[in-house]
Nanobody, 125 residues
Framework: QVPLVESGGGSVQAGGSLRLSCAAS????????MGWFRQAPGKEREGVAY???????RYGDSVKGRFTISRDNAKSILSLQMNSLKAEDTAMYYC???????????????????WGQGTQVTVSS
């Protein structure tokens, strides 16, 4: 089991910013690919961004240019900086981890092995 704990969610007005964090302690987090997903009520879980062990990043089309994923391997923390937030960004955001890079399948939830409990982000228009 890989423990993942998200924080930083909250309510913000459209155009605002939030920074999410995911603490991945108790194991060698630097050896895992890490990602962020989100799920709105009635919708499927959607891949937002992911970062490989080498720092290569990929983003979903809906967040490109607005969100930035980063990792601090020394502190075992994954972050997601979200700028220019829109009402459609409202969702529960989840941190995920997998040992082997999911490659082009990264946006599929089934490609990831470990999940946090989620943190709610609400953007009002």
């Amino acid at each position: 089991q890989v423990p993942l704990v998200e924080s930083g969610g909250g309510s913000v007005q459209a155009g605002g910013s939030l920074r999410l964090s995911c603490a991945a302690s108790g194991y060698t987090a630097s050896t895992y690919c890490m990602g962020w997903f989100r799920q709105a009520p009635g919708k499927e879980r959607e891949g937002v961004a992911y970062i490989t062990t080498y720092g290569t990043t990929r983003y979903g089309d809906s967040v490109k240019g607005r969100f930035t994923i980063s990792r601090d391997n020394a502190k075992s923390i994954l972050s997601l900086q979200m700028n220019s937030l829109k009402a459609e960004d409202t969702a529960m955001y989840y941190c995920a981890a997998v040992l082997s890079s999911p490659g082009d399948s990264w946006q599929h939830a089934t490609a990831w092995d470990f999940w946090g409990q989620g943190t709610q982000v609400t953007v009002s228009s």
